[in-house]
């Protein structure tokens, strides 16, 4: 179906119930936005002295920016590896990450307060920062997703380009994958600083490793949630097992997580807190339980042989990256603080349209543009 | 040498006049929802200083009044300047941090990351800064003392170098046994340069006194010096494996051939 509204070459998107929705949810988010822009941070959002980072960083920007990380794991593995048997999904990995970047960059935009000043740091050079770090990664990564997608584009639009690209591709790739590498470990990093008011169970001297681990192994899940509504929608099933292959690279780095995450806290005398029955211990245990461990026994069980199998492993580990991000942000903070944070409906708003905006893209691009289609497949098209 | 203040919070008496001193100097309104002085004064966008009422118990158990000015501590090693990935917050010979708002961006990563939660933000202005005492820069530059502490009739304050100032801190409360035995800010988060001596254990007072040792730069300098070098490594192995895969894969292919053939 796809392929077809590429020969007649015209420009396709279906129009659905569930699309004219998010298209509501993304105007109403838009004029939220341009009020909070207009108007200044304090209007929109319930962030304070005490709450100066909420929703936008830790759901928009944190969350973002891990679950759109399956694109630098699948690169990896089908373009630096050679694992060509892997190569059905890496368009439609890459194409979820770089509309995942460029929300991130809608996110993050939104969210200083001098957003005309934002160019700053490119040449007040903070190298001391953290922040810095994740501010030149970002940009560059998304500039790089950006070129690469112009491999795709250009099989349609400005096709004598097309030789150019593919040539550039693998050169992209690589640096490519550097630069994820690097900021889904600042994106931790960052929190280094907050040795004392982050509580213990998530501060931690690698917390920067963590971060990138759970970036890796939230990728497959990722795609398996994507594939399994890619599927729904376009009719476009990736094999059991290729998926499965997946599931279990993933499942390795989880074990490693949790092998690590043990041995960090026993070090640090505070693994007990977990088993304290505080508010703390109690979200933390969630998303271990849910996040890590069930899905790691999913993956070595027969279950992760089915299409719901696969299903329940992505939506628990997506949902258990998401839980650990806000936990950072959040539950863990609200000790120090002394007062908790709930986000403003602008807020929730603002987040849920630039999600919608997200799927709508994404629908768009993959319906005019070879994103779904096998590779071996596209040879004959 | 750095410059730095001294505050014996005995002698404070609560009047004030360093809040005044302070808006008067820096031109910042009053703020009517916010007392820069009472049991609810609150540090803000327009309150750089305040002074806070504590009532507590004293050694024999009687309840007496404590009054702590808080503001920025100008920590030896900044977080805050170390977390700015603009350099709008810069620490200077003389003592003070100091922050350039046409440097800022707003990300506010600096509130975060001030282990005392000193810089405020505008949130009701369109386009807000991020606000805190800046010690006066422009007089203690000139070697004067910052604006509040010119004004305090209680002689609550001292002002010079800060390693003079430390050692009489260690002498008084050597000499004097009311004191309790603790210089706060002489060794928090590295060392700051406003340090404080008190008859009154600090956590009671409102002190964040379970606050690391160590310079609040250190846990990030590792990371960031290491970066570089992971990067380029990274990209070498990379680079690496993808010649090594792909060639392993074309010898496959070929072998495949020729056993088919
Ligand atoms: S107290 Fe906070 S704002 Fe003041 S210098 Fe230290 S880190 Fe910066
Ligand atoms: S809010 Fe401004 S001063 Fe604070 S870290 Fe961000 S750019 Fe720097």
């Known amino acids: ?381 | 040498m750095s410059k730095g203040v001294l505050v014996d919070l005995t002698k404070c008496v609560g009047c004030g006049s360093c809040t005044v001193a302070c808006k008067l100097y820096n031109g910042n309104e009053w703020d009517d929802t916010t007392p820069t002085m009472g049991p609810d004064a609150k540090l803000n966008g327009k309150n750089w200083t305040v002074v806070q009422f504590h009532e507590v118990k004293d050694s024999n158990n009687q309840p007496v009044w404590r009054f702590v000015k808080q503001q920025c501590l100008h920590c030896k090693e900044p977080a805050c300047a170390s977390a700015c990935f603009a350099k709008a917050f810069q620490k200077t010979e003389a003592g003070p941090v100091i922050y350039y708002p046409h440097l800022c961006v707003g990300c506010r990563y600096c509130m975060v990351a001030c282990p005392f939660n000193i810089p405020k933000y505008e949130w009701e202005k369109a386009f807000p800064l991020v606000t805190k005492c800046m010690m006066c820069s422009g007089k203690v530059e000139k070697g004067e003392a910052p604006a509040c502490v010119s004004v305090c009739p209680a002689d609550v304050f001292k002002y010079g170098d800060r390693d003079a100032l430390l050692q009489e801190a260690k002498d008084i409360i050597a000499k004097d046994s009311k004191y309790v035995k603790h210089i706060f800010g002489e060794e928090e988060v590295g060392g700051t340069e406003w340090i404080y001596i008190s008859d009154i254990p600090f956590e009671q007072l409102g002190f964040k006194t379970n606050v690391t040792k160590r310079a609040m730069p250190s846990y990030t300098e590792a990371y960031m010096h290491a970066t570089p070098f992971v990067g380029i490594t990274w990209g070498v192995i990379l680079t690496g494996l993808y010649h090594y895969t792909k060639r392993r894969n074309q010898i496959s292919k070929e072998n495949n051939k020729n056993f088919k053939a």
């Not at chain 1, 939506?315 to 120090?336: A, D, E, F």
């Open chain 1, 1 to 381: 179906m796809a392929s077809h509204a590429q020969e007649a070459q015209k420009w396709s998107f279906r129009i659905t119930p569930i699309r004219v929705l998010l298209m509501l949810l993304s105007l109403v988010a838009i004029g939220v936005i341009v009020f909070r822009l207009v108007t200044g941070l304090g209007t929109v959002t319930n962030l304070s002295d005490e709450w100066p980072w909420g929703l936008w960083i830790g759901f928009d920007v944190l969350c973002g920016v891990a679950l759109a990380g399956g694109g630098y794991g699948t690169a990896l593995i089908v373009h630096v590896l050679h694992r060509d048997y892997f190569a059905p999904i890496a368009r439609s990995a890459m194409l979820t990450s770089l509309i995942g970047y460029l929300l991130v960059m809608a996110g993050l935009f939104l969210d200083i307060g001098q957003w005309f000043n934002f160019w700053r740091p490119f040449v007040s050079w903070g190298h001391s920062s953290v922040l810095f770090e994740v501010f030149w990664c970002v940009s560059c990564y998304t500039t790089v997703q950006i070129l690469e997608f112009g491999e795709i584009a250009t099989e349609r639009v400005g096709k004598k380009f097309h030789n150019i690209f593919k040539k550039a591709l693998p050169v992209l790739m690589i640096v490519g994958i550097i630069f994820p590498t690097l900021h889904q470990s600042s994106l931790g990093g960052l929190y280094l600083l907050m040795v004392d008011k982050l509580y213990p169970l998530w501060w931690s001297p690698i917390i920067f490793l963590f971060f990138l681990i759970s970036s890796f192994f939230v990728g497959p899940a990722m795609i398996c949630v994507e594939t399994t509504l890619a599927g729904k929608a376009y009719d476009h099933w990736i094999p059991i097992p290729i998926l499965r292959k997946l599931v279990r690279i993933s499942a390795y780095a989880m074990i490693l997580y949790l092998i690590l995450k043990i041995v960090d806290l026993t070090n640090r005398g505070v693994l007990g807190l977990a088993f304290s029955g505080t508010f703390e211990a109690n979200w933390f245990l969630i998303e271990m339980i849910f996040g890590v461990i069930i899905p790691i026994i999913i993956a070595f069980s027969g279950f992760s042989n089915s299409r719901s199998g696969l299903l329940t492993f992505g939506l628990l580990v997506s949902l258990g990256v998401v839980l650990n991000r806000m936990n950072v942000v959040i539950t863990g903070m609200i000790r120090s603080t002394g007062v908790s944070y709930i986000p403003s409906a602008g807020e929730f708003i603002v987040s849920a349209g630039l999600v919608a905006m997200g799927v709508l893209a994404y629908c768009f691009v993959v319906e005019n543009f070879r994103i779904l289609e096998h590779e071996d497949h596209g040879h004959a098209a």
